[in-house]
Structure formats: C-alpha cells, structure tokens
C-alpha cells in the first residue's frame, strides 16, 4: 500500500510539474504574439501617420503624386531661354482669349480666313487648358503643338502678328478669287514630276 501510495504521489506531483512548465510555455509564447502584433501595430500607425503628414503638406495637385520633372514637377523646359512655368495653364486661357477679343474689337471681317484660322486654334486650346488646368501634360498631348510653355509663348507671337495683320488691313491684299491648285498629302518617296526617286539614274 505504502509503495502504491508512493507512486499515486509521484505521479501527481509529475502532472504538476507538465502542467506548470506547460503554462510557462504557454505564456510565453502567448506573449510573443501579442508582443509582435503591438509592435507590427506600432510600426503601421508610424507609416500611416507620416503618410498623412506627408499627404497635408503636399503641393496641391488633381495628380496621383507630384512626380519631380513632369507637370506640376517640371523645373525646366529644356528650351534656353523659356523657363518652366506652373502657371502655363491659366495663362493659355488668358492669352488666346486676348487674341479672341482683339479680332472681336477690330474690322477685321468674320469670313476672313485668317480669323478663321486664328478662332478655331483660340477656341481649341482655351478648352483643352480649361477642362485640363491642373493636368499640363494632358494639355501638351491634346494641342501637340510643344510644351505648355511653348503654347503661352505662340499666344504671344500670334498677337504681334494679328496686330501687325491689322495695322496692315492685309486682308483686303487677298484675292480669293483665284483658284490656287493644291496637292493634299504629297508623298514624300515622289519627286516634283511624281517619279519614283529610285528611277532617277546618275548621267553618264
């Protein structure tokens, strides 16, 4: 009896010692978890935090990200003399209405194919610029005519051109009754009696 009394002890003080080394194994790795997922939370909240105080103090832009050397980021046009400029958009708007209200305010007749010209090219980039004021390179691949600086600065020249057209009064110069033949679309591989350029043999 004494000697099954002996091993009913040993074996209760056995489950014992399993079950505290158990609960210390338990706990331990209980605290692993939460430790690493209140420093992986820690980390995340840092990321977020800086994100946003990133994302407050950011230009303002419709774009995704202000991108260094393209749109808003653009700090040079690669053109000397012609630095980049962020407010190329609006000035687009300004400029060719500027042309649109001198022609308005002239003599210069509604049929002249000059104005004509002049209104469509006006008419055109001030919507373009307007539905695109904050995106300079969708302006840029709509006109494909330069760069939106380039766009402010043909503004410019056309005006020193349609004051000079008017102080000239050169539309009452052009006959349009004569009847000029014009070739569409030539094609480059053809030389000036349409023959192939390949046919041309050196003179012997």
């Known amino acids: 009896d004494d000697r099954f009394s002996s091993l009913i002890f040993a074996s209760t003080q056995s489950k ?3 079950t505290t080394m158990f ?20 980390e995340t909240t840092a990321v977020v935090t800086r994100s946003t105080a990133a994302g407050a103090f950011a230009p303002f832009s419709t774009a995704s990200e202000m991108v260094p050397g393209v749109g808003f980021g653009k700090t ?6 012609l630095p980049a400029d962020p407010d190329a958009c609006s000035k687009i708007v300004t400029k060719y209405q500027a042309l649109l209200d001198r022609m308005a305010a002239s003599d210069l007749p509604e049929t ?4 004509v010209d002049v209104e469509k090219i006006a008419n ?11 995106d300079p390179d969708m302006v840029e ?7 939106v600086e380039e766009l402010v600065q043909q503004a410019d020249d056309e005006m020193i051109v349609l004051d000079m057209y008017l102080k000239e009064r050169l539309w009452e110069e052009i006959d349009y ?3 000029v033949e014009i070739e569409y679309n030539p094609d480059p ?12 043999e050196p003179a012997k």
Do not use: F, M, N, P
């Open 16 to 18: 014992k010692l399993l």
């Open 189 to 200: 591989s053809k030389d000036s009696d349409g023959l192939d350029d390949d046919d041309d």
């Open 23 to 42: 609960s210390r194994v338990a706990a331990q790795s209980v605290r692993r978890i939460v430790g690493s997922r209140l420093s992986a939370g820690r």
């Open 177 to 179: 009754d004569v009847d």
């Open 112 to 115: 002249s194919q000059y104005r």
């Open 76 to 81: 040079s046009t690669g053109i000397v003399g």
């Open 141 to 147: 691949e709509l006109c494909q005519c330069g760069q």
């Open 124 to 134: 055109y980039r001030i919507q373009v610029a307007t539905e695109h004021a904050d």
